[in-house]
């Protein structure tokens, strides 16, 4: 069965302490990953996409790495407008398109001043 | 560019009811996805709407369906609304080739 695991559920960050968030799947055939924001009473912001191992995308604070079995979301230096919950998903062979998704049940990050 | 826009933000309905939810596409986009976030969670995959019909399903039950209108705007359907229905139902868009999807704000359902 697909999976999409994340970690840690949780993560408290003083500002300016960089961290990583992890996202492990196990699925019959990756197509893509897609790293989300989410703020609190709104809808996922899409952030990136990757497609093969060893692809970096990278965004202001954020940079996004892919091996053959999980993701790393890096925050370096991060501010108190960063806390947020980070949603990864992936699109499996089994789709013919972005439309469906397997989504974590995502990171939430809070960043203290 | 107007975005993905869902009606209503927010609906309280009564166990055993049926509920209707709305969407709007961004535009250029031309393919429509419903998805269901219970609280904490991560969305599930709920079904895909494309030249008006449904092209892709999740893992719910048949009380859960959809329309597709010309103008691409869709609506999701619950029937014989279950407490566990409570939820945030995201719905969100792409176009065609390789585009990711883009989310709405939702829709708050809560089920008494």
């Known amino acids: 069965e697909d999976q999409v695991t994340q970690s840690p559920e949780a993560l408290r960050l003083q500002e300016g302490e960089s961290s990583s968030l992890n996202c492990s799947y196990t699925v019959s055939g990756l197509r893509g990953l897609f790293w989300y924001r989410q703020d609190p009473g709104k809808g996922p912001e899409f952030l990136f996409t990757?497609?093969?191992a060893g692809e970096e995308k990278e965004k202001e604070r954020l940079k996004a790495t892919l091996t053959k079995k999980e993701s790393f979301l890096h925050i370096t230096a991060p501010k108190p407008e960063d806390s947020a919950t980070y949603l990864c998903?992936?699109?499996?062979?089994?789709?013919?398109?972005?439309?469906?998704?397997?989504f974590g049940q995502g990171t939430t990050l809070q960043v203290k001043p | 560019d107007a975005g993905v826009t869902q009606s209503p933000t927010h609906l309280i309905k009564t166990r055993g009811q049926q509920v209707t939810l709305r969407c709007s596409p961004k535009s250029g986009h031309d393919t429509v996805s419903w998805y269901q976030q219970a609280l904490g969670q991560g969305p599930q995959f709920i079904f895909q709407?494309?030249?008006?019909?449904?092209?892709q399903r999740g893992n719910f039950p048949d009380r859960f369906s959809g329309h597709q209108f010309p103008n691409y705007s869709s609506e999701l359907n619950v029937n014989a609304l279950l407490l566990g229905d409570s939820a945030l139902y995201l719905c969100?868009?792409?176009?065609?080739?390789?585009?990711?999807?883009?989310f709405g704000n939702g829709t708050r359902l809560t089920v008494t």
């Open positions: 709407y494309y030249e008006e019909e449904e092209r």
């Open positions: 998903a992936v699109q499996t062979s089994r789709s013919s398109n972005t439309g469906k998704l397997i």
């Open positions: 969100a868009s792409t176009g065609q080739g390789v585009s990711p999807l883009h």
């Open positions: 990757l497609y093969s």
